[in-house]
């Protein structure tokens, strides 16, 4: 069962924009800068987190249908033995 990719980097981009705007508020920077650095980090994760899930489905996939490829030969060898 492949991944929500939008759904599972959505949230993690909202977590690491108000991870990144808490660390930059604690740094004492000023609250327009801290967003202007929340707002580029929270891209970058979007992205990231993006590109994770999808190899993450990728090998899923594959894993899903090797899967089925060899429970169809399995089938086929166990019919073949039976006759």
Do not use: H
Not at 59 to 80: M, R, Y
């Amino acid at each position: 069962m492949p991944f929500n990719v939008r759904n599972i980097a959505m949230n993690i981009a909202v977590i690491a924009f108000f991870g990144l705007s808490f660390v930059c508020w604690i740094n004492g920077l000023s609250p327009f800068t801290a967003c202007k650095r929340a707002l580029l980090g929270a891209t970058i994760a979007f992205a990231a987190a993006t590109l994770a899930v999808k190899i993450l489905n990728a090998i899923i996939i594959d894993a899903i249908i090797d899967d089925k490829i060899n429970k169809t030969l399995q089938e086929e060898q166990t019919s073949d033995d039976a006759n």
